[in-house]
């Protein structure tokens, strides 16, 4: 499932992962670190919803 | 002619002041004109934070050439990539020469793709926590982002206690005073306001937080200069601007309501004024701004203060008029919290007005704890009673959420 950056607006699809933070293709959003935060605006992972 | 004005010991104003503008951003209208502030601080490293906006890049330069040739300059800091703050930019690297341009690592994003010239920069990536040596004195950044955009940076200099705030807690006011403290609260206020619901507001959680970032960093502040508007001297007047910023943020709701509307042969208006009678028979103030005659951005100046927002329009060609439909629009992206709502619109045949407003309004997450009214044509004495009756039951309604 996508889950969007109530923030900003950056969807996260785990299809494609998040390289420059370092979250590899095919990782679902659950299993993201707690401390990633969002590559467009530093959002933390609470900060997101599903799409 | 143009000079540079002291604020704190070799520190310098150097911006410009745009008593024409009323277009803000492109978005909001900026009815006092505005200023685009840049400062000039003289210690070992000659350094510059932000530029203005590019046409009136010559004014600042200028400014800057009379106390130091600009060739002398070391660094620029850029602490916010839109074109009021680094729209000068080429000019100011073509005048000054600079051993480093000093930028956030959203910030070197949004250089990147503004201008061409990138390549040939200086840049260097500076990120929260990161600390640069001016000789005497320091910067501390600290990046803030979505305040208001990803690559926004506030840069403080602990030794004059002077925090460089760029787009937060600006105002439009064009003036030959540069402090705060020079002009009237009231008039301060209501353009920290103004300011504050027209562009800040959606990132009102980020303001929170940098709030929290900076008390619990212990800045001793006694400067806070902006990059619009007036600058705050004294540690009162940096409590204040916080302060007032964190119940901007907090959007308790105000005890008053708007009546936005926009009507085609004035049935919608005459609604409008029947609703304004129920509230004021309920208590609660209200103010009546029609569409035609009241930009969007003022509207939402007024939506600042008020925990009831009324929205009318006729159902046209089975829609709402295009000026609401707008205004709704531009509310949406705001993200206004903790706030009632409330609908009535006329109609000749289809009447889809109160339902379509209705829906984007619970979209937004308005409570609407009254159904719409909507009138056949024109109101007659019973359905302006229905608007009356409208007004006295949402009164009581924000009457009671404001406890």
New interface residues.
């Given amino acids: 499932m996508k889950y969007v950056c109530k923030?900003?607006g950056y969807v996260y699809d785990p299809a494609e992962g998040d390289s420059d933070g370092g979250i590899k293709p095919g990782t679902a959003f659950a299993d993201i670190p707690d401390d990633w935060v969002c590559p467009?605006?530093?959002?933390g992972k609470a900060?997101f919803e599903p799409e | 002619m143009l000079k540079a004005q002291e604020i704190k010991k070799d520190v310098y104003w150097i911006g410009a002041v745009d008593y024409e503008s009323r277009n803000f951003h492109g978005y909001s209208l900026s009815p006092r004109g505005t200023t685009y502030n840049n400062y000039l601080i003289l210690d070992e490293k000659k350094t510059i934070f932000d530029t203005v906006k590019p046409e009136h890049a010559g004014f600042s330069l200028e400014r800057l050439a009379s106390v130091i040739n600009p060739a002398e300059i070391d660094y620029l800091v850029i602490n916010h990539a839109e074109a009021d703050h680094a729209g000068a930019l080429p000019d100011f690297i073509a005048a000054c020469r600079p051993e480093c341009v000093f930028c956030s690592p959203m910030g070197q994003k949004a250089l990147e793709g503004h201008f061409r010239a990138w390549k040939n920069w200086p840049l260097k990536v500076v990120k929260s926590g990161d600390v640069i040596s001016l000789g005497k004195r320091s910067v501390h950044f600290l990046e803030t982002r979505m305040l208001h955009w990803p690559d926004s940076m506030f840069s403080y200099i602990p030794e004059d206690r002077l925090l460089f705030s760029n787009d937060a807690f600006g105002q439009n006011i064009a003036s030959s005073e540069r402090f705060a403290d020079e002009i009237s609260r009231e008039v301060l206020l209501s353009a920290m306001s103004e300011y504050y619901h027209n562009i800040v507001l959606p990132y009102s959680q980020q303001v929170l937080k940098v709030l929290a970032q900076v008390g619990e960093m212990g800045l001793d502040i006694d400067m806070i200069a902006p990059d619009h508007g007036l600058i705050f001297r004294g540690k009162e007047d940096a409590a204040f601007v916080l302060k007032t910023y964190r119940r901007f943020a907090e959007q308790k709701p105000g005890k008053r309501a708007v009546i936005v509307y926009d009507t085609m042969w004035y049935s919608t208006q005459t609604m409008a004024y029947a609703v304004a009678e129920g509230l004021g028979a309920a208590g609660v103030p209200a103010r009546i701004m029609s569409l035609k005659d009241n930009h969007h951005s003022a509207v939402m100046s007024e939506v600042a203060r008020c925990g009831l927002v009324m929205v009318g329009s006729p159902t046209h060609n089975n829609g709402i008029l295009p000026f609401v439909s707008g205004f709704l629009t531009y509310m949406k992206g705001l993200r206004p919290q903790n706030r009632l709502g409330g609908v009535f619109g006329s109609f000749g045949w289809s009447g889809e007005c109160v339902k379509i407003i209705s829906e984007r309004l619970a979209d937004m997450g308005f409570e609407l704890p009254a159904d719409p009214v909507k009138v056949k044509y024109v109101p007659d004495a019973e359905s302006l009673e229905q608007c009356f009756a409208l007004g006295l039951t949402l009164g009581r309604a924000l009457e009671a959420k404001c406890g």
């Fill in positions: 923030l900003c467009v605006c530093g959002a900060d």
